[in-house]
């Protein structure tokens, strides 16, 4: 199967899947700007669709922009660790209430906090998958 490709205005890549109903280059030339190009499906980095937003259109292929994947996993995992950041503010509040030590609960706020950290480490687009607040 083939699609057409090219950098959207926001620098991304935007991947049109022709219907079949009119021949692929009939739609290049109809609907697509220029510098599109017509691409094997098999082509596009489809293993890290987590990443779609770093696509880039790099020398007539696609390729994950790694800073861009980076990016893109660290607002995956400030959003995981939202609601858990919650329940230890609550875990904190119930200590208060009975003064229990609240030492481990802090130690896993900041390991929460640090998880972002783990991005910068990563040297591959599969560690960046890896990644979880668990």
């Not at 609960?105 to 599969?126: F, G, N, S, W």
């Amino acid at each position: 199967m083939q699609v057409i490709i090219y950098t959207n205005e926001n620098g991304n890549v935007s991947v049109c899947v022709p219907t079949g109903e009119l021949p692929i280059e009939s739609v290049l030339t109809k609907d697509c700007p220029e510098g599109a190009i017509i691409v094997g499906a098999e082509s596009l980095p489809n293993e890290h669709n987590e990443f779609f937003n770093a696509w880039e259109l790099v020398d007539g292929a696609v390729a994950v922009n790694f800073n861009k994947a980076q990016e893109i996993t660290k607002s995956r995992l400030r959003a995981e660790r939202e609601p858990l950041l919650a329940a230890q503010d609550v875990l904190v509040q119930k200590a208060d209430e009975t003064g229990a030590d609240k030492t481990a609960i802090y130690a896993e706020k900041q390991r929460l906090r640090d998880v972002t950290k783990l991005v910068d480490t990563a040297t591959t687009l599969d560690e960046l998958k890896g990644l979880s607040c668990q």
